[in-house]
């Protein structure tokens, strides 16, 4: 049987869809009093189990019988006042689960990770599974937490856990769009005017739950795959979300200078009304980088073809075009 954590969240809710849809046993694992809203429609099919990622003990009573562990949960943040938060749940909850993995003698860990876990420095524009973690300035304390993660899995694997790695760029999901990744979404709807340079490393959902989902039971172990369908620039990315939604694409472009001193404005107005920023002075440092992240090992073990881009787009933004028509 197969145990997901993190399971109510945007990705966990696809792996449990993709589980649902192919009769796999599973049992979902959730904080108490969490939300299930992502699941509702197929709650007849869920078994819950309450177990926080915090709790060792509670963890490994939520992997009694169970053979196979997807650990998807996790927090994504670039607020430098959730250092403390990201740390507790993306290493120390990681740290739990490949305790509890241990202990209950699970035969596979599938963690998913980042992308951002494999670490970029200025000048480097190609990245693949291979790159080596260097300290440096454009890696987020969120890239930080997602990398001493995947040290604790290495741990895991040396201590006799078959262990393999994910590693997702940004997820394109239909979801709660005040959240996470949809909130991209969200920005272009409301006709927000401006967009940065760079570029956008994205990836379906759907790919990323399929590929979560092969890997439980693939010989391969103690390796990272790169769930990445390709790259794209903002303004082109802004300007097919804007297509879709039939809405005012952003036409002003933000230059380094001007994001650094919207970063110090959003740190100054979050202080005092504890909201999440807009930009980070780490974002605005991202800001304008190119990296291109490199699927080709995924591709090559699975024969893998992944979602493409227009398509994740249109099936997202139907979502949300329905969901918004359904308000008037």
């Not at 959730?82 to 740290?95: A, S």
């Not at 490949?98 to 209950?104: E, G, I």
């Not at 670490?119 to 291979?130: F, L, S, V």
């Amino acid at each position: 049987m197969i145990a997901i954590t993190g399971a109510n969240g945007l990705l966990g809710s696809f792996i449990i869809r993709k589980l649902i849809e192919s009769k796999e046993p599973f049992v979902a694992l959730k904080r108490k009093n969490s939300d299930t809203s992502l699941l509702a429609d197929v709650a007849q099919y869920i078994t819950w189990r309450d177990a926080d990622v915090a709790d060792e003990v509670a963890l490994a009573e939520a992997f009694e019988d169970v053979t196979h562990v997807i650990h998807a949960a996790a927090i994504v943040s670039f607020n430098p006042r959730k250092t403390d938060e990201l740390m507790d749940i993306n290493v120390m909850g990681t740290r739990n689960v490949v305790n509890a993995c241990l202990v209950k003698n699970i035969k596979r860990l599938v963690h998913i990770s980042s992308v951002a876990a494999l670490g970029r420095q200025k000048g480097q524009h190609h990245i693949d599974e291979k790159n080596k973690w260097i300290s440096s300035s454009i890696n987020s304390t969120y890239a930080e937490s997602k990398y001493f993660a995947e040290l604790e899995v290495f741990r895991g694997q040396e201590e006799g856990l078959s262990t393999v790695i994910v590693n997702p760029s940004v997820i394109l999901a239909p979801a709660n769009w005040n959240n996470s990744s949809a909130k991209l979404f969200k920005y272009i709807w409301d006709e927000k005017p401006f967009y940065t340079d760079g570029f956008l490393n994205y990836v379906d959902v759907r790919d990323v739950a399929a590929i979560a989902c092969r890997l439980l039971y693939s010989p391969v172990e103690g390796e990272r795959y790169i769930a990445n369908a390709g790259n794209i620039s903002f303004g082109n990315f802004f300007s097919r979300l804007a297509s879709a939604f039939q809405k005012k694409a952003p036409r002003i472009k933000l230059n380094a200078t001007t994001l650094k001193i919207i970063a110090w404005i959003e740190n100054f107005r979050t202080w005092f009304t504890g909201t999440e920023p807009l930009i980070t002075r780490e974002t605005a440092r991202i800001a304008g980088t190119e990296f291109l992240y490199d699927n080709k090992k995924i591709r090559q073990l699975f024969s893998f073809e992944f979602q493409p881009i227009d398509a994740s787009i249109e099936w997202c933004c139907q979502y949300y075009r329905e969901k918004m028509a359904g308000k008037k």
